[in-house]
């Protein structure tokens, strides 16, 4: 015996799962045909599905999960699963607003921890940027100290670590520059000496022939002031033409070697002077200089005179025909 099953008042029992409002589960058959439907079941049960319904797609797809609006208009997510021993199909369709929505607060949370965070690490940031911005600075301010004429200000060694430890070996250089200026100063006072009391003249001038440098030994040998000196241009001193001297110059500056020679000439000054010359070529940060180096030789010189002259007077004596007495 067969007894009527009225499908639009079956209610099956499916699951305890509590399910969001709006949720419709349903058996279709493999043509279309709504066998039951959980919400308003009078309406739809045995009428047919339309073909391009979520449901129907995913049958003739065989497809698990998709979305899209039902018999009902609702958009929902829909899953279909065949019913074993039967060309039926189960579905569920689960209304995508809730689901949504549901997202859209978890992505809210989500922003707003990420947001937390992110203020978190900003308030980091900044304070690890104070810590090393201060030290940086007061290493500016060193800087600037020093260089404003202040030599024994040091950094304060302060702050983050790697910014201290810059502080340390930037304060460790500064004393070694302190020692090696101190060193190269007390070399420029011993060479000052040197030249300012060798009895060697020693005069620089450069490549337009003026004079950059002396000593006062070379204004003594041609009894000049040391402004005078330092006034002049090889270029234009008539005596040094007149005597053989700027030849001898113009020649030492396309020469690689010093040239050396003896002059006896009258100065510009008037000062009459057996001079001792000698030039170099310098070539000095891509320019050239000429380098002259003088000796006072007059003395030297009247003293051979004299000798010359004694040989020469006895010499005549010893040489002179012998008298005859009577």
């Not at 304070?127 to 301010?141: C, F, H, N, S, T």
């Amino acid at each position: 015996m067969v007894l009527p099953i009225d499908l639009a008042a079956y209610v099956p029992s499916i699951s305890t799962a509590t399910l969001p409002p709006g949720t419709v589960v349903g058996i279709v058959t493999a043509g279309g045909t709504l066998v039951w439907r959980n919400l308003d079941p009078q309406t739809w049960v045995g009428k047919k599905v339309d073909a391009q319904s979520p449901v129907m797609r995913l049958i003739s797809t065989r497809g698990e999960l998709t979305q899209g609006a039902g018999l009902d208009g609702v958009n929902r997510f829909v899953a279909v699963a065949p019913v074993p021993g039967a060309d039926w199909y189960a579905y569920v369709g689960i209304p995508s607003v809730p689901v949504y929505a549901a997202a859209n607060s978890q992505s809210m949370r989500n922003a707003i921890l990420g947001l937390l965070c992110l203020l978190g690490l900003l308030g980091v940031a900044v304070l690890l940027a104070r810590r090393i911005e201060r030290p940086l600075q007061e290493l500016v301010g060193t800087v600037r100290a020093i260089r404003g004429g202040k030599p024994g200000v040091r950094a304060k060694a302060a702050g983050v670590r790697e910014v201290a430890e810059l502080a340390g070996e930037f304060n460790l250089l500064l004393d070694h520059l302190d020692e090696a200026v101190g060193r190269l100063g007390d070399e420029k006072e011993l060479n000052r000496n040197i030249i300012e009391t060798s009895p060697v003249g020693i005069c620089i001038f450069d490549e337009q022939g003026g004079c950059v440098a002396a000593n006062p030994a070379v204004a003594r040998h041609i009894g000049a002031t040391m402004t005078q000196v330092l006034a002049q241009n090889y270029h234009q001193i008539e005596s040094w033409k007149r005597s053989g001297i700027y030849a001898l110059a113009r020649k030492a500056m396309e020469s690689n070697a010093p040239l050396a020679d003896v002059f006896p000439a009258t100065s510009s000054f008037g000062k009459e002077v057996w001079l001792g010359v000698t030039f170099c070529r310098l070539d000095i940060g891509g320019r050239q200089y000429l380098m002259l180096l003088t000796s006072d030789l007059t003395e030297a010189k009247r003293a051979e005179l004299a000798v010359e002259q004694s040989e020469q007077k006895s010499a005549l004596w010893l040489n002179r025909p012998p008298t005859v007495s009577s």
